[in-house]
Nanobody, 123 residues
């Protein structure tokens, strides 16, 4: 049984940092995307960035480049989203998705999803 579990959300002031964690277990393909998406109230789900665990390739949305970093701990089957220089517009529910094929930013291409973790950035 596949499980995807996020943690690490919270509230922070603008300019601060948070680190989200995503532990995905129960599937073996390490050459598909593990991605972070976010969705703010009234807005569409947006791809933030992704990593291919098998080779470490990463991709980022333009809106977060230079501020967010995706990394992994293979021994723990965990992917991290380090968020620095946070802005109020980063406020959203953040989701981890696993086993994505094709475009990393297309949510329809991911099979497994976590329950989400809230990130709130105040000005």
């Amino acid at each position: 049984q596949v499980q995807v579990v996020e943690s690490g959300g919270g509230s922070v002031q603008a300019g601060g940092s948070l680190r989200l964690s995503c532990t995905a277990s129960g599937y073996t393909n390490r050459y598909t995307w593990v991605a972070w998406f976010r969705q703010a109230p009234g807005k569409e789900r947006e791809g933030v960035g992704a990593i291919v665990p098998g080779n470490g390739v990463t991709r980022y949305a333009d809106s977060v480049k230079g501020r967010f970093t995706i990394s992994q701990d293979n021994a723990k089957n965990t992917v991290y989203l380090q968020m620095d220089s946070l802005k109020p517009e980063d406020t959203a529910m953040y989701y981890c998705a696993a086993d994505g094929r094709g475009s990393y930013s297309d949510s329809n291409r991911f099979r497994y999803w976590g329950q989400g973790t809230q990130v709130t950035v105040s000005s």
